[in-house]
């Protein structure tokens, strides 16, 4: 939306100094507003999955124009040992979901890569070398629980699953969401009813496949 709007922006400068002249300006503005009611299932999702509890009371103002947030004497600071809040956390959860009714996901969070039961996509899905030593030259720091990751590749949807024995660490997490992972659980073929993290393909998560594969 930014691409295209701010086409449509006129903002006259003075060829000399480049400071902004008065009169005859339009600028243009996009933000993206949650109900409350989608504000308060990312924070349930984002505390479910860092493990954060109590989760935190919602709110919102009465100007038409307040968008809904943790309070500030609620809102957990450095999650997961890490540098961001659950608010900053809430919203990256939300900037990379889609609303669009074909797209969405059910209440239990599932966005299992493989979807449906079997098929194509789960005869598709091969398993990739597993346990081989941390790549150091890889852009991404390490942590300990990525040792004993099984990774798979899914090719019918594109992407990569990460299998651990158990929920990782915090540290852990923190470096998934960090190079783009994502939790999510598995609702059909062997591996039903287990959780995992899970990435499209991009040269990023290409990249850190291959830190943990060799």
């Given amino acids: 939306m ?7 922006e006129s903002i006259r400068r003075d060829e000399g100094s480049g400071e902004i002249l008065s009169g005859g300006n339009r ?14 299932a990312a924070v349930r999702t984002v505390c479910r999955d860092w493990g954060v509890e109590p989760v ?11 968008s ?3 309070p500030h004497e609620a809102n957990p600071q450095r999650v997961g040992g890490g540098v961001k809040d659950l608010q900053w956390l809430v919203m990256d959860y939300l900037a990379e979901q889609s ?3 074909v797209q ?5 969070g599932d966005r299992d890569l493989c979807g449906g039961s079997g098929g194509a996509g789960e005869a598709e899905v091969s398993v990739l070398k597993p346990g081989s030593a941390w790549n150091a030259s890889a852009p991404h720091a390490t942590a300990a629980d990525l040792q004993a990751v099984e990774v798979v590749e899914n090719h019918a949807k594109n992407g990569f699953e990460l299998f651990f024995p158990g929920k990782p660490d915090p540290a852990t997490r923190q470096l998934l969401r960090a190079c783009g992972f994502r ?8 591996r039903s009813g287990q959780w995992f ?14 830190g943990l594969t060799g």
């Fill in 2 to 8: 930014d691409a295209i709007a701010n086409r449509y």
């Fill in 27 to 40: 600028y243009v503005h996009c933000e993206r507003r949650f109900s409350i009611a989608v504000f308060e």
């Fill in 56 to 66: 935190p009371t919602v709110v919102c103002g009465p100007s038409e124009f307040a």
């Fill in 68 to 70: 809904p947030h943790i």
């Fill in 99 to 101: 609303f669009y009714p």
């Fill in 104 to 108: 969405e996901v059910d209440e239990e």
């Fill in 183 to 190: 939790p999510g659980k598995k609702k059909s073929g062997q």
């Fill in 197 to 210: 993290w899970y990435a499209k393909r991009t040269q990023g998560t290409t990249e850190f496949v291959l």
